[in-house]
């Protein structure tokens, strides 16, 4: 395993359109993190799972966003009736420990 | 709460010279740990140090060297003989020891090395 994958890369969609990212993160971690990240600045806590459980949620994190982590494994991350607020990267970390380690993002565009 | 500063917003430096990027931190927490990440223009942050509180030496790894002082929470970060290859957006970024070990990041300084 070497490291965190995210899936698409990159999305560009049509305003209101729904979307939906995937995150694989380091085997055997049971950790899992999404932030946001917007342009000229760090990225920004989403939502925490540990193991399958979404422990905490940002409030970034609008009605229009729901997580998943179904068997503890992979996450993925929806967004309904996308906004061009929305665009940004979109990142997933994983951990075992306090270190975290973050995928290549995907880059979100709404148009 | 938490908060980090990164009071640079972009460096520049010519090749060899050597840059020091600055990070102060606030938290009421007496356990925390600070981490730097590098973001390359490919976008994937890269982990380059976790410091927790307790331990103030400064490290050094290579042309890279930190310097925690827990009197004025600061945690800054300098690069020796710096190379084109340093080039990329640096963030500094603090997690408490409770809670969920979410990360607060800075707003990240870019770092320019030309030729």
């Known amino acids: 395993d070497t490291g965190v994958s995210q899936n698409p890369r990159h999305k560009i969609t049509k305003r209101g359109q729904n979307v939906t990212f995937r995150c694989d993160p380091i085997s055997e971690h049971n950790r899992l993190y999404w932030y946001r990240q917007t342009l000229g600045q760090g990225p920004e806590f989403l939502t925490y799972f540990q193991n399958e459980a979404q422990l905490e949620k940002s409030r970034l994190l609008s009605d229009r966003f729901s997580a998943e982590r179904p068997k503890g494994s992979f996450s993925t991350l929806e967004i309904q009736r996308t906004e061009q607020g929305d665009s940004a990267m979109y990142l997933c970390a994983s951990s075992a420990n306090n270190e975290q380690y973050f995928g290549p993002g995907t880059r979100l565009t709404v148009t | 709460a938490q908060k980090v500063t990164q009071a640079q917003t972009e460096i520049s430096v010519v090749e060899k010279e050597d840059v020091t990027l600055d990070c102060v931190y606030e938290t009421r927490d007496t356990t925390y740990y600070l981490f730097w990440y590098k973001q390359p223009p490919s976008g994937e942050l890269v982990f380059l140090i976790r410091r927790n509180s307790f331990d103030e030496q400064n490290e050094i790894s290579g042309r890279y060297s930190w310097n925690f002082q827990k009197s004025t929470s600061s945690f800054n970060f300098t690069i020796t003989a710096s190379q084109v290859v340093d080039s990329a957006v640096y963030f500094c970024?603090?997690?408490?020891?409770?809670?969920?070990?979410?990360?607060?990041f800075g707003k990240g300084t870019m770092l320019l090395v030309s030729p």
């Open positions: 970024a603090l997690q408490m020891n409770s809670g969920y070990s979410t990360l607060t």
